[in-house]
């Protein structure tokens, strides 16, 4: 989030309609101070989805100076650049994006609740920086809040909270509003961005690594587990042609790891001379006679478990890691998507939500 939006600190949630219902302008330049009573200012240049973010801060007395930022949010194309106009050289960087930007129309939907409730009442009218604003007092969810309210355009001016008996905090201050499309000038890329692309999403790299719709497949190594149950199938495959692993492979399970113990187990993993493993420690066994035509079968695992597998080599071992439960379909396949057949211990874990690979299997 770039901007704080008013409340977000207390958990408001919009609970009715504020005024009558309006659409929220999508084309402005708002300059607010920075909150938290640090020096500077923080303007929003918004036209549709293109949103320019400028941060500008003075010079400081111990010697600090002054520094300006801009940070470009492209939220059709799910991506910002972020550059110091002022570097020498200029340098740019550049991520993806989704997501809250912290739209400063929002924060008129977070004072419904409280207003409905009749938290908040009006206690008067002030005009700060040329804007006309009825003033909301009250106390909500054990906070005082004073909050000054644009009812014209829907927006929150100011806004503060401090504990009772406490000195008030400014949240928001909004110091001009210009509802007029910023030039398109505004939303260009300098040149040293030209080429600077956001790193692959996690979607992007799933689809690169099996050839498939990023969409159609989840990590397994990311909780939390699926509340239903279903049975598993586990795949061994090569990325990009997802073709079966060949070689022969062991695979282990320990289903009674608990992540919360404050005393994990020690696994232990012997070494065959031919490349084969032994698996102990913890409640860690081996299944590996329930693989079949290169499939193994889990029936109903826990939400989470510890997974082992050793794809034969002379020379390398086993690896082990912890698999969440993703349960798509009473039987659920996932994938281990080695990346380089010489080193099998380099692959993720990927279950087949949608798509041809999520087919049961024959």
């Known amino acids: 989030m770039l901007t704080p939006r008013i409340l977000s600190c207390l958990g408001l949630l919009a609970l009715a309609a504020l005024l009558p219902a309006q659409t929220p302008p999508t084309a402005y330049t708002i300059t607010e101070a920075l909150p938290g009573g640090a020096p500077g200012s923080m303007t929003i240049y918004r036209n549709g989805s293109q949103i320019l973010v400028e941060y500008k801060h003075p010079a400081q007395a111990d010697g600090t100076p002054a520094s300006r930022s801009l940070n470009l949010i492209d939220v059709k194309a799910g991506a910002q650049h972020s ?57 909500t969810q054990g906070m005082n809040l004073k909050v000054w309210f644009d009812q014209k ?28 499309p910023p030039p398109p000038a505004t939303f260009a890329l300098p ?21 498939d719709s990023g969409d159609n497949w989840v990590n397994a190594i990311y909780g939390p587990g699926s509340k239903n149950s279903c049975s598993i199938l586990i795949h061994i495959v090569a ?38 493993s032994t ?56 994938y281990y998507v080695l990346k380089d057949p010489n080193d099998p211990g380099d692959g993720d874990w990927l279950y087949a939500k949608a798509g041809k690979y999520a087919a049961p299997a024959h």
């Open 191 to 211: 040149p040293a961005c030209a080429g600077v692309k956001p790193p692959p999403t996690a979607a992007e790299l799933m689809g690169e690594e099996t050839g």
């Open 239 to 276: 990325a990009k042609t997802m073709a079966p692993f060949t070689r022969r492979w062991q695979a282990a399970i320990d289903t009674t790891y608990n992540q919360d113990s404050p005393t994990p187990p020690h696994y232990e993993f012997g070494a065959g001379r031919d490349g084969t």
């Open 83 to 139: 550059w110091d106009p002022s570097g020498t050289p200029v340098t740019c960087s550049a991520s993806s994006f989704s997501g809250d930007w912290g739209d400063p129309f929002a924060g008129a939907a977070e004072l419904a609740g409280p207003i409905a409730k009749g938290e908040l009442k009006i206690t008067g009218a002030e005009t700060l920086n040329g804007i006309p604003t009825k003033i909301y007092t009250g106390v």
């Open 153 to 180: 355009d829907n927006l929150v001016v100011k806004s503060a909270f401090g504990a009772p008996g406490a000195a008030m905090n400014t949240m928001t201050d909004i110091r001009s509003i210009s509802l007029a």
């Open 279 to 334: 698996f102990a420690g913890g409640g860690l066994h081996e299944i590996t006679t329930q693989i079949h035509n290169n499939t193994l079968r889990i029936d109903n695992p826990p939400a989470y478990f510890n997974m082992s597998t050793n794809f034969i080599q002379p020379g390398r071992g086993a690896g082990i890691g912890l698999v969440y439960r993703q349960c798509f379909a009473p039987v659920t396949n996932l």
